[in-house]
């Protein structure tokens, strides 16, 4: 059933009669159901933390005043190109580097794990689409001459075998043609012994050409793995999970300010989500806003957050920063797995209490 | 009880060319006998030049009561009464700060502590459980009666100083004693125990104290070995702040039309480790972080071989510095212009709790 239609379905039984039933039911099978909830929520988070972290390992590849940038000509142009199209439907890439002079554009699509390639692949193939569309515009908002554009999958070292078959086996089976789509490479990332950002030159039974890059020398320096070691300093990304957000903000204004940071103003707040130093994309002059707005009603939809009058008020216990940031962290885990869970136990409750009823019948 | 008034030593009213002449000076003229109280000399680095370190000296409330060439006179009036002390700013790859009095340690001289610590782009010396174990070391090779009169040595429970007895307890011991020289060794064999303070008696020659904060005291003979050794401190401490120094935080302009875009770039500086980091540790390193003001904050963590990286916040000067650990290594990324102080107090953190053979990598 639906969950929407449970949660009426729900609501009708409650008001007739079934009442105690139902909410033992509900009780006993939301208490079932919370711990792995709990555990879903903490490994979303961690997921996207892990994105977010192959994100800035990619970008920062290309930082400025870095090897790889002087003797390439690629340097980091943005975060998320396009994200600011979200609303339209329009889907991003994680990175956009480039080489101004040569006119390509390399678009990296980050992924901390893989654990189903094939639908990971249609959908890269959907960010491609979404991309080509609109590439005059995203030359003139950048500046950035895209005459050419790559395509990259950046994973973590231990998942690019598993993808790289898939690919394999997609072009194979001619659901993908790599001469008329444009070819997937990837870029793969080792961080458990220093840091580096390597390029898989060769894909089994595939012209290595395709998994190259257009450019020899970039090839040739990803081929060996590129050791990172300046980095991109930033607070988060616009699609960061929303906890990471509230964290770069409330960092970003205790140093700024200090004092009680369970109250703040929305422009206090965009303020702090506008800064290139915290997210670093062209646009975030207009995305900050936008971003704060909806990290301030996604946080108040969950009771994390109340507007009184001007002010945001975090329903949290504390005001120094040590105790908000953790107390939000540990609130928004409990809260996100309760609503999930709320919804399946009811769901679970209406089906059980109709069982008896209609085997009474 | 009437409490005796201190007065700071006198010196002669002569211009010192430089801090090294007034050292020179108290080798040859200086008597720990004659003063009231002992001689402490605290050391400290700073990014500022003199006339800016001055200035700060004169808003944290010392004013300069007189000149000798490079070595001043200050004074501060606290609860406690009226703190009196030499000071001498020397420029080296970056500035050198010393402080000589014979004010009370616990008492007076927590000003000097409290100066550094709030002065910006400013730490005092900390001398790392390595340095002080060469010290000894070259200190027992040339006098083979010495004394370690006491001391006081500490582990944490997540260091990787091995210990025979119970490793995961942290523990902290002080010891009085003439056989003080060999109980340190037994008990940092049984203990993993690294020592953070000694007296040390040199029959004939001097009796002196070293603390790992930057603090040395002279209680009885001649200062000319304590000021060698605090001439070796100062060595390593500036040669660790140029290190240091690779690691910082730059703005680059990205062309983008109509706007004033900017990335931030961070340039790391690296700690090796001496111990394998493992998870259990890397996990327990953040909680102890925390309990040093520190606040870590979106922290990721991965066990297998492990990795973690963590944003983190420093309560003290409100900067912040990303943290990326493996198995070997400890990468510090400032997170700001400013954050030099806050690595450097991690980098000692690191030391004392984790693994006090750490070494920051040229």
């Known amino acids: 059933m639906p969950e929407e239609a449970a949660s009426s379905r729900f609501d009708e039984l409650l008001a007739s009669g079934f009442a105690s039933q139902l909410l033992a039911a509900e009780s006993e099978e939301l208490e079932r159901l919370l711990p792995s909830e709990r555990s879903k929520v903490d490994s979303e988070l961690e997921r996207q933390k892990r994105h977010d972290d192959l994100l800035t390992v990619a970008a920062s590849a290309f930082a400025p005043g870095g090897r790889l940038r002087r003797e390439t000509g690629y340097e980091f142009i943005t975060c998320e190109p396009l994200v600011e199209l979200k609303e339209q439907g329009c889907k991003s890439f994680d990175v956009l580097v480039a080489n101004r ?43 950035v001459p895209l005459k050419r554009r790559e395509y990259v999958f950046c994973v973590p070292a231990g998942e690019f075998d598993g993808l790289s078959r898939a690919i394999a086996q997609k072009e194979e089976a001619g659901e993908v043609d790599p001469q008329k789509q444009p070819p997937i490479k990837i870029w793969y990332v080792n961080k458990f012994e220093g840091l580096s950002l390597s390029l898989l030159t060769q894909m089994r039974r595939r012209d290595e050409k395709l998994s190259q890059h257009l450019d020899p020398n970039l090839t040739r320096i990803l081929a060996a793995g590129y050791e990172i070691a300046d980095e991109l300093s930033v607070g988060c990304f616009p699609s960061s999970h929303p906890l990471v957000k509230a964290s770069a903000a409330l960092v970003s204004a205790h140093r700024k300010r200090g004092g009680d940071l369970s109250e703040f103003s929305l422009g206090e707040l965009e303020e702090a989500l506008s800064s290139f130093t915290v997210i670093p994309h062209y646009d975030i002059n207009n995305l900050g806003p936008r971003i704060a707005l909806e990290l301030s009603n996604h946080l108040e939809a969950l009771g994390l957050l109340k507007r009184k009058d001007a002010k945001l008020v975090l329903q949290v216990k504390g005001k120094s920063i040590e105790t908000v940031l953790k107390r939000l962290e540990k609130s928004y885990a409990e809260r996100k797995a309760e609503n999930s869970a709320r919804e399946r136990a009811r769901a679970v409750a209406v089906e059980k209490v109709l069982g008896r009823y209609r085997r009474f019948e | ?74 004074a501060k009036r606290s609860r406690e009464g009226l703190f009196e002390s030499y000071v001498s700013y020397d420029r080296e790859s970056v500035g050198v700060i010393l402080f000589y009095s014979n004010f009370r340690k616990t008492e007076e001289l927590r000003l000097v502590y409290e100066f550094l610590e709030s002065a910006p782009k400013t730490y005092r010396l900390f001398l790392r459980p390595l340095w002080i174990d060469g010290i000894l070391r070259n200190l027992l090779s040339n006098n083979d009666h010495l004394r370690i009169l006491d001391f006081t040595a500490s582990r944490s429970f997540n260091s990787a100083t091995p210990a025979r007895l119970r490793p995961r307890v942290g523990r902290t011991l002080r010891y009085w004693g003439p056989d003080g020289r060999e109980v340190l060794g037994e008990l940092s064999n049984a203990y993993g125990v690294v020592p953070k303070k000694l007296r040390v008696e040199i029959p004939g020659a001097s009796t002196f104290s070293i603390d790992n904060t930057g603090s040395f005291t002279l209680f009885s003979g001649e200062i000319k070995i304590l000021l060698e050794i605090i001439k070796s401190a100062i060595e390593s401490a500036v040669s660790e702040a140029a290190t240091l120094k690779k690691a910082h935080f730059q703005l680059y302009p990205v062309a983008i039309p109509g706007e004033d875009f900017q990335v931030a770039i961070s340039s790391p500086a690296d700690i090796a480790l001496e111990i394998k980091l493992d998870y259990t540790q890397a996990l327990s390193l953040l909680e102890q972080l925390e309990e040093e003001d520190f606040v870590p904050y979106n922290t990721t963590a991965e066990e297998g071989s492990v990795f973690l990286r963590s944003d983190i916040l420093d309560l003290r000067t409100s900067e912040v510095f990303r943290l990326r650990a493996d198995e070997k290594r400890l990468r510090i990324l400032p997170g700001s212009p400013e954050s030099v102080k806050s690595l450097l107090r991690f980098y000692e953190f690191v030391l004392e709790q984790l693994d006090a053979r750490a070494e920051l990598l040229a």
């Open chain 1, 101 to 143: 002079e040569q006119g390509v554009g390399i678009f990296p699509e980050c992924k901390s794990s893989i654990a189903n390639p094939g639908p990971e692949i249609g959908d890269l193939y959907a960010t491609i689409s979404d991309l080509e569309s609109r590439v005059e515009y995203l030359e003139k908002r950048t500046g």
């Open chain 2, 1 to 74: 009880m009437r409490i005796e008034p201190i007065e700071l030593f006198e010196v002669p009213d002569i211009a010192f060319e430089s801090p090294a002449h007034f050292r020179q000076y108290l080798a040859t003229e200086f008597k720990p006998a004659e003063i009231l109280h002992n001689l402490t000399v605290i050391g400290g680095i700073t990014e500022l030049d003199q006339e800016a370190l001055e200035a700060f000296l004169e808003r944290s409330g010392f004013t300069f009561v007189r000149r000798y060439g490079a070595l001043a006179r200050i």
